[in-house]
T-cell receptor, first 112, second 114 residues
């Protein structure tokens, strides 16, 4: 059975701290891994990763994938209160309709 | 563009009642999805429609039915609601041409079944 596991489940940090969120997966027909940010409502897309070792960056956020060890990390540097959200990791299964398998998410709280 | 819209935003049902959740997208996407999100469970796929005219079961389809009315609209029906169906429901859509496999999500419907 396909599985995506995120850790930690929740995290509280102070503004300015750096955080690392983890995502490990067991998916039979891996195509890609996506990171989403979910604030109060709908998840919004952050990154897609398909190749090992290539870091994706967007401002203070960066992510990398290790296809050999089957995990990804999402780093956020110099955290701000606006980074407070649930971060979701999802893996695309390339069979059928390229469905997403989501992890349970990591709830990040950044306090001033 | 409105993106993905869902109605209603909130709903309270009694056990055994039926209702239909509506979803529409204006991005000309081929694929549409229904998820439920429960605390500690992440997003779980209920049903999906890879293209107009097709629907398939996802991870948790029991107690639900869907209709892909046309390319824009994908509805989710609860025939006889149960308290276990209390959840937040998200609709999403995707273009098969999107190399990122990005799914665009609607704002969600919070459903409570008493």
């Amino acid at each position: 059975e396909d599985k995506v596991v995120q850790s930690p489940l929740s995290l509280v940090v102070h503004e300015g701290d750096t955080v690392t969120l983890n995502c490990s997966y067991e998916v039979t027909n891996f195509r890609s891994l996506l990171w989403y940010k979910q604030e109060k409502k709908a998840p919004t897309f952050l990154f897609m990763l398909t190749s090992s070792g290539i870091e994706k960056k967007s401002g203070r956020l960066s992510s990398i994938l290790d296809k050999k060890e089957l995990f990804s990390i999402l780093n956020i540097t110099a955290t701000q209160t606006g980074d407070s959200a649930v971060y979701l990791c999802a893996v695309v299964d390339q069979t059928g309709a390229n469905n997403l398998f989501f992890g349970t998410g990591t709830r990040l709280t950044v306090i001033p | 563009n409105a993106g993905v819209t869902q109605t209603p935003k909130f709903q309270v049902l009694k056990t055994g009642q039926s209702m239909t959740l509506q979803c529409a997208q204006d991005m000309n996407h081929n694929s549409m999805y229904w998820y439920r999100q429960d605390p500690g469970m992440g997003l779980r796929l209920i049903y999906y429609s890879a293209s107009e005219g097709t629907t398939d079961k996802g991870e948790v389809p029991n107690g639900y039915n869907v209709s892909r009315l046309n390319k824009r609209e994908f509805s989710l029906r609860l025939e006889s609601a149960a308290p276990s169906q209390t959840s937040v429901y998200f609709c999403a859509s995707r273009s098969v041409l999107d190399l990122y496999n990005e799914q665009f999500f609607g704002p969600g419907t919070r459903l409570t079944v008493l």
